[in-house]
């Protein structure tokens, strides 16, 4: 069995743990053509395994940018520093949207080393597409911080509120 093998069942499950769309963009799978790709946090040509933990959604675009790539340079501070981890950190807390909502701001040295390497502001052709999806009033997304664990179902019920 090749390494990078990973079961049904944990492809499954990972794509339900993402809520069907991409860890970085947020792009939902309803809304993109291709199938979200199961993406390798730690990139196996740098160790990173096929084991569950290290499985996140990514779109086709932000992972062929991600690429085999942990960490990239924070272009205020010119620093290397680790991209943002989609399966243990919070979009919330390293992004935001801009006010027109089709580009992504990084907060954080990691959340802008990340922007800049997946050109999560300035890839013609999302930001293109994100126009579009704000007109239809399908975006940005207003969720980001409802982050359900695996465990949580489908939400239901919203204790605290
Ligand atoms: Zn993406």
Known sequence: MPRDYIPAEVERRVRQAARHRC?????????VMARLEIEHIIPAAKGGDSSEPNLWLSC?????????RTSARDPDTGTEVPLFN???QRWSEHFRWSKDGIR???????????????????DPDALI?????????????????????????????????
């Open 23 to 31: 860890g970085y963009c947020l792009s939902p799978q309803r809304l």
């Open 86 to 88: 989609a399966r243990t």
């Open 60 to 68: 086709p675009l932000c992972n062929r940018f991600k690429a085999d």
């Open 129 to 161: 597409v994100r126009a579009h999806w704000v007109l239809a009033g399908w975006h940005p997304p207003t969720d980001d911080e409802q982050r359900l664990s695996p465990e949580s179902g489908n939400g239901a019920g919203s204790p605290g509120v």
């Open 104 to 122: 992504v701001i990084g907060l954080t040295p990691s959340g802008r080393a990340t922007v800049a390497l997946l050109h999560l502001a300035d």
